[in-house]
């Protein structure tokens, strides 16, 4: 991740090896730390006493960042992958991206087309299937997406193969057929993974506002929510969001997305994140 939050880098590099903070710089930590996105009410967590004699600055907030932030590990293979998310959000692009992570480390992935609603998202998964080497179980549109993931889920079990991914819709006419289509893939996807742990994600774009958050809430009621994978983290160096997702929804995240490449991506770890802000 380094070079990714090159700013933040920079800023809290500055608090290394100080006896303390002024009010003034105070001031300037919490316009940089606003600036790129992080919530008022974090921020002032993070700044509380900060500065008070015999405590090192760096070390204060280290501490109090890996406080908030929650991460979790891609599931291990063999696993099943659940994609939800608004729609745009990045859920069919960063299905090819785990399939290019796993792979790349020698497992067998397979995906289902689950995105039963649009021709063209079926054809985009199959591109992105064709240029990862990773193989697609797809149904003409207007098929029940439940009925695809459970083919998907019938393929990677008889080929036994290390990773089975479901696509999903972004949007249905309301939230609550969404919610609905949702559950019912999530249970038709569990049974027939026959005791395989199966990982529902949340894919959240990180330049959306507020209400993602609410759909966000949605998901985790309603269908349960193992871990987010935050998109769109490149160019903006917005690393604000990150902890703001942690911190409202109380969820770890899983990995980030850095850009439309297939390599622009990587497993989110909070420790590892939280050191190289300071290197
Ligand atoms: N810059 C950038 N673009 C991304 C990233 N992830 C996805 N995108 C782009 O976001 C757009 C939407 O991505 P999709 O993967 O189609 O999103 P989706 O959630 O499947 O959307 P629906 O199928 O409509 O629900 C595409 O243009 C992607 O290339 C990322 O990490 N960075
Ligand atoms: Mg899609």
Same mark, same amino acid.
């Given at each position: 991740m380094d070079g990714l939050f090159a700013k /933040?880098?920079? %800023?809290?590099a500055g608090l290394s090896g100080k006896g303390g903070t002024t009010d003034m710089d105070r001031e300037r930590y919490? =316009?940089?730390? +606003?600036? /790129?996105?992080? =919530?008022i009410n974090v921020i002032e967590r993070l700044m509380e006493k900060m500065g008070a004699p015999g405590t090192d600055p760096s070390e204060l907030l280290k501490e109090r960042m890996k406080q908030i932030l929650l991460s979790v590990p891609l599931c291990a293979p063999a696993c099943g992958i659940l994609m939800v998310g608004i729609n745009g959000s990045g859920k069919t692009t960063t299905i090819a991206k785990l399939g290019r992570w796993y792979t790349d480390r020698g497992y067998s992935v397979i995906v289902g087309a689950g995105d039963t609603y649009r021709a063209a998202a079926i054809d985009q998964l199959s591109i992105l299937a064709g240029r990862t080497g990773i193989d697609i179980v797809k149904a003409k549109p207007g098929v029940d997406p439940a009925s695809v993931i459970h083919d998907a889920v019938m393929a990677y079990r008889h080929r036994? /193969? =290390? $990773? $089975?991914?479901? =696509?999903?819709?972004?949007? %249905?006419?309301?939230? #609550?057929?969404? #919610?609905?289509?949702?559950?019912k893939i999530k249970s038709v996807m569990t049974r027939a993974m026959a005791g395989d742990r199966l990982v529902t994600? %949340? #894919?959240?774009?990180?330049?959306?506002?507020?209400?993602?958050?609410?759909?966000?809430? +949605?998901?985790?009621?309603?269908i349960g929510i193992d871990g987010i994978i935050i998109t769109k983290l490149d160019g903006t160096a917005k690393a604000g969001i990150i902890f703001t997702i942690c911190d409202v929804l109380g969820l770890p995240v899983v990995a980030i997305g850095t850009g439309e490449g297939m390599d622009d991506f990587m497993p989110f770890d909070r420790d590892a994140f939280v050191?190289? %802000?300071?290197?």
């Open positions: /933040m880098t920079s %800023l809290l919490t =316009d940089e730390l +606003l600036s /790129m996105d992080m =919530d036994a /193969m =290390d $990773v $089975v991914i479901g =696509d999903t819709a972004g949007r %249905l006419h309301t939230n #609550v057929n969404l #919610v609905n289509e949702l559950k994600y %949340l #894919v959240m774009d990180a330049t959306i506002g507020k209400n993602s958050f609410q759909q966000a809430k +949605l998901f985790e009621e309603h050191e190289g %802000l300071f290197k």
